[in-house]
């Protein structure tokens, strides 16, 4: 089966075909970073439009990368949700007519499943059930997933996700969008011990995360200090590390309470190189396997939109004639495939 992946949840155009064969034929991923920098964060409007700018042109160089004509297709997977309507909106009606023109199902496919099977894509001996932590822009949670579509949520953050509020602390910073890679690039430069942060939430029993805390405290310590790179530069690295002592504590208890031996981390912030180094860290004191996604995985991509949509339809799952994207849309809401329960490796 050959799946036409579309991803535009955000600020990324992702295209992606996956062969339940050959693997991941091709990908690709348009950014609009440099459009929306300028304001400092996401614009909604300018988001949606854009990917009506860029969809079609990156479907045929995507298809055309993978040796493929559009009528070699079996199927079409888009993001239905969480994320923005509007471009939400692009993907599925784009999707869903392209689906109707070939006479092949299409279906919408939760985003953060899509972050939770991206490590799959390169590592076909990986099989649940696992423990996964989801980090990104908009959600920090804990899934202990048994089988495909089958979640359950053993914490979440409570307030800000960890990728809010290291783009809030970017912009305390004055660092620019996207926060967290520039955040983490200016942390290098920083001294450890300067600054005490706390670790939130490490003091009370639970999975549960809270960073709004963390974020106020970064704008306090702020507060009568001299701006300038080196004092920013010890700041940066004080939160980082805050960041990720939080979530190595949250991640040994997890591993602990569950009894499960096998850690997925994936999201945009699993793409921070401090995060992955303790966590690996951690997989080796605790003997646990820590598994993250390709690097270029790690972001939004068409891809994992693909692979998780190819999972699903292979299933039996497909569109109804009425369908709706989801700008909310709680992982606990997925389901296995109906009348199937996929297990093992998917794959």
């Not at 089988?147 to 949520?153: C, N, P, R, V, W």
């Not at 942060?197 to 709004?212: A, E, H, I, V």
């Not at 004092?231 to 190595?248: E, H, I």
């Amino acid at each position: 089966m050959r799946v036409l992946g579309l991803e535009t949840s955000c600020d990324e155009t992702g295209v992606a075909v996956y062969d339940g064969e050959r693997g991941l034929l091709a990908d690709r991923v348009y950014s609009q970073i440099a459009d929306h920098a300028r304001y400092g964060g996401v614009v909604p409007e300018l988001a949606s439009r854009d990917h009506v700018r860029k969809l079609v042109p990156l479907v045929r160089e995507t298809v055309e990368a993978a040796g493929l004509r559009l009528a070699d297709l079996d199927g079409i997977a888009y993001t239905a949700g969480p994320g923005l309507a509007g471009a939400l909106l692009v993907g599925a009606g784009f999707a869903r007519a392209l689906a109707w023109s070939l006479d092949i199902p299409a279906l919408g496919v939760h985003h953060m499943e899509g972050h939770l099977l991206a490590p799959m894509l390169e590592s076909k001996a990986l099989s649940m059930p696992f423990l996964a932590l989801l980090v990104s822009g908009g959600h920090t949670l804990f899934v202990r997933a048994r089988s495909l579509g089958d979640y359950e949520i053993l914490g979440e953050s409570l307030d800000d996700a960890a990728g809010e509020a290291f783009d809030k602390v970017a912009k305390m910073l004055d660092l620019g969008y996207p926060g967290g890679p520039a955040v983490e690039r200016l942390a290098r430069e920083g001294t450890r011990g300067r600054f005490a942060f706390p670790r939130p939430m490490t003091d009370r029993p639970g999975l549960d995360f809270s960073f709004s805390g963390l974020k106020t405290h970064v704008m306090t310590t702020l507060r009568g200090l001299p701006d300038d790179r080196a004092t920013r530069a010890d700041v940066a690295r004080a939160f980082s590390d805050a960041v990720v002592d939080t979530f190595v504590i949250k991640c040994r208890r997890a591993l602990r309470a569950t009894g499960l031996e096998r850690l997925v981390i994936a999201g945009g912030v699993s793409a921070n190189s401090d995060l992955r180094a303790a966590l690996t860290a951690l997989g080796g004191e605790l003997g646990c396997d820590i598994v993250f996604p390709a690097m270029r995985f790690a972001t939004d991509n068409g891809a994992m939109i693909a692979f998780a949509g190819y999972c699903r339809l292979l299933a039996g799952e497909a569109d109804g004639s009425a369908f709706q994207v989801r700008p909310r849309w709680p992982l606990s809401a997925l389901a296995p495939p109906p009348g199937e329960t996929v297990t093992g490796n998917l794959t």
